[in-house]
């Protein structure tokens, strides 16, 4: 008797464990599915916007003008914070203080590396090495 209790045991076991790896596929709609295979692998624009709940944008990637790479972040009130570019030449990033005005700036392009740091009503300082 004994041995058939655990043969039933091991069978209802077996049978709850099949079900439990069967279920997922079971009850997985056509259209959850179809989902799935419509991420594309690469997005391809000429500019992508992030925007807020209300649909003020608040990041954005873009061509600049020269034909590189640019990056804007915004604050929630819609001012520019942050400016990252990339051009043939170099490379650029803005940090805005809180007029919008720019605080640092780092540069790198073929005449050389700096770092601007500026606040109003002071100098600006230039460092270079």
Do not use: C, W, Y
């Not at 916007?49 to 819609?78: I, T, Y």
């Not at 805005?96 to 005449?111: G, M, Q």
Request: proline share 4%; glycine share 10%.
């Amino acid at each position: 008797m004994k041995e058939r209790t655990t043969q039933a045991l091991f069978g209802t076991v077996a049978i709850l464990l099949l079900a439990h790896l069967v279920r997922p596929a079971l009850t997985s709609s056509p259209a959850q599915a179809q989902q799935v295979e419509k991420i594309p692998a690469v997005l391809r624009a000429q500019a992508v916007e992030l925007v807020d709940k209300k649909g003020q944008v608040v990041a954005q990637l873009h061509v600049g003008e020269d034909g590189g790479g640019n990056l804007r972040l915004r604050s929630g009130d819609g001012v520019v914070r942050v400016k990252l570019g990339g051009t043939a030449d170099g490379s650029g990033l803005l940090l805005f203080d809180k007029e919008a005005e720019p605080a640092i700036s780092l540069a790198v392009n073929r005449s050389g590396t700096s770092v601007t740091l500026a606040e109003k009503g002071k100098a600006k300082r230039v460092i270079e090495p």
